[in-house]
């Protein structure tokens, strides 16, 4: 007769841990910057199962039993259930004074097996939305990715005329141009002449003023005495 169906235990779930490997590590939180859905917490308990109610008692029995139904049975019925043992087997598994006890723990599992199903399918479906949820927020926080890039290129494109390398080329330039202008200014003075001296003299100073200015400028720039600059 076929031994009856037993409960799966935490032990056998266990089975499978292996010592030599670090744990898992914990899920991350979704942020709720991502989006306003929020997904309500599993309750407590949800994935932990209902137990089994426990076998009814085997009345006791003797080693002698003979089902009832053999007792007024040919001998050739006899032989022939004898050698037939399928026949044999059903006989008694339906016969037997425990049978009914066997049967009983068998319908127990089974009623326990479909509420362990039914509630799989109920977590079942908050996984799905969970996962729904997850997936709608992670392409939202990867548009605002996206987003929050192209915006940063554009500062950046708006800050590099005053960046430090953009200033210090300017200064450079404007050390040329003012030492450019006064030199052509004196040449045209000296090649052309009737201009007034006087007045020649006040821009020609003025000029040369603006070089020398922006020139230190330029020279505490390359010795480091710019605060901020370098």
């Known amino acids: 007769m076929e031994q009856p169906m037993s409960t799966p235990s935490s032990y056998e779930s266990s089975a499978s841990y292996d010592p030599n490997l670090p744990p898992a590590p914990p899920p991350k939180p979704i942020s709720s910057a991502a989006g306003s859905r929020t997904t309500s917490p599993m309750p407590a308990g949800a994935l932990s199962a209902p137990p089994p109610p426990?076998?009814?008692?085997?009345?006791?029995?003797?080693?002698?039993?003979?089902?009832?139904?053999?007792?007024?049975?040919?001998?050739d019925d006899l032989e022939h259930i004898l050698n037939s043992p399928q026949l044999l087997e059903a006989l008694f598994a339906t016969t037997h004074p425990?049978?009914?006890?066997?049967?009983?723990v068998l319908i127990a599992n089974l009623q326990y097996n479909a509420e362990l199903a039914a509630r799989l399918a109920a977590l079942e479906?908050?996984?799905?939305?969970?996962?729904?949820?997850?997936?709608?927020?992670?392409?939202?926080?990867?548009?605002?990715?996206?987003?929050?890039?192209?915006?940063?290129?554009?500062?950046?494109?708006?800050?590099?005329?005053?960046?430090?390398?953009?200033?210090?080329?300017?200064?450079?330039?404007?050390?040329g141009d003012?030492?450019?202008?006064?030199?052509?200014?004196?040449?045209?003075?000296?090649?052309?002449?009737?201009?007034?001296?006087?007045?020649?003299?006040?821009?020609?100073?003025?000029?040369?003023?603006?070089?020398?200015?922006?020139?230190?400028?330029?020279?505490?720039?390359?010795?480091?005495?710019?605060?901020?600059?370098?």
């Open 54 to 75: 426990p076998p009814p008692p085997l009345p006791p029995t003797d080693d002698g039993f003979i089902p009832s139904v053999l007792l007024n049975k040919s001998r």
């Open 98 to 104: 425990t049978a009914a006890s066997a049967d009983a």
């Open 125 to 175: 479906s908050k996984l799905a939305t969970a996962r729904e949820s997850t997936e709608r927020a992670l392409v939202e926080a990867r548009q605002l990715e996206r987003t929050w890039r192209d915006k940063e290129k554009e500062m950046y494109q708006a800050l590099q005329p005053f960046s430090s390398p953009a200033l210090y080329s300017r200064l450079v330039n404007a050390v």
């Open 178 to 230: 003012s030492e450019a202008v006064a030199d052509a200014m004196a040449e045209s003075f000296l090649e052309e002449g009737g201009r007034d001296v006087g007045e020649f003299v006040r821009e020609y100073r003025a000029l040369r003023k603006m070089y020398h200015l922006r020139k230190e400028r330029k020279e505490r720039w390359d010795e480091g005495r710019v605060g901020g600059w370098r």
